[in-house]
T-cell receptor
Framework: AQSVTQPDIHITVSEGASLELRCNYS??????LFWYVQSPGQGLQLLLK??????LVQGIKGFEAEFKRSQSSFNLRKPSVHWSDAAEYFCAVRGRAGNMLTFGGGTRLMVKP | DSGVTQTPKHLITATGQRVTLRCSPR?????VYWYQQSLDQGLQFLIQYYNGEERAKGNILERFSAQQFPDLHSELNLSSLELGDSALYFCASSETGLAGVNEQFFGPGTRLTVL
């Protein structure tokens, strides 16, 4: 069965600092990988996705993520965090033969002024 | 705005009751998914419908059921509600229900509180 681990439950960074949110997955082959963001009281918005090809993927709002097969990781990065980035971030995987998304537990990002 | 709509936004009810949550997918999307987000279990996949037919089932309780109608909107029915059913219920939709490259777009959710 597929699973996703987000080791950091909470992360606090200063505005303007760089950010890396960790995501590790367990799956027998290369899955489809996603990062979603959930602002308070909002639904989930897709930040970026990896299906195949270039392992460094660009997303919206200046985010990027890198797929590393050898480490079963798909970490999310942003070079300079803005106060509006404060939210909860979810990594998700989907098997290539199925449709259901399996989510990690989420990482809550707080941004200090 | 993802284009997926869910009603109601909030629902407060008592234990033992039954409620219906409604979802309208994005225009042109044939597949609808339901997810539950709770403090205990996190975000969990419940069930998927594609063009009116059940396609995949996840951790959905027997007290819960869903259907997708000919106009492609979907309803999630929760019965004999328990305190532990309090959660945020998301609907998502995608263009197809087939395996492969397709994204799921999420609605704003329905927050269910069982008292």
């Amino acid at each position: 069965a597929q699973s996703v681990t987000q080791p950091d439950i909470h992360i606090t960074v200063s505005e303007g600092a760089s950010l890396e949110l960790r995501c590790n997955y367990s799956y027998g082959a290369t899955p489809y990988l996603f990062w979603y963001v959930q602002s308070p009281g909002q639904g989930l918005q897709l930040l970026l996705k990896y299906f195949s090809g270039d392992t460094l993927v660009q997303g919206i709002k200046g985010f990027e993520a890198e797929f590393k097969r050898s480490q079963s990781s798909f970490n999310l990065r942003k070079p300079s965090v803005h106060w509006s980035d404060a939210a909860e971030y979810f990594c998700a995987v989907r098997g290539r033969a199925g449709n259901m998304l399996t989510f990690g537990g989420g990482t809550r990002l707080m941004v200090k002024p | 705005d993802s284009g997926v709509t869910q009603t109601p936004k909030h629902l407060i009810t008592a234990t033992g009751q039954r409620v219906t949550l409604r979802c309208s997918p994005r225009s042109g999307d044939l597949s609808v998914y339901w997810y539950q987000q709770s403090l205990d279990q996190g975000l969990q996949f419940l069930i998927q419908y594609y063009n009116g037919e059940e396609r995949a089932k996840g951790n959905i309780l027997e007290r819960f059921s869903a259907q997708q109608f000919p106009d492609l909107h979907s309803e999630l029915n929760l019965s004999s509600l328990e305190l532990g059913d309090s959660a945020l219920y998301f609907c998502a939709s995608s263009e197809t229900g087939l395996a492969g490259v397709n994204e799921q777009f999420f609605g704003p959710g329905t927050r269910l509180t069982v008292l």
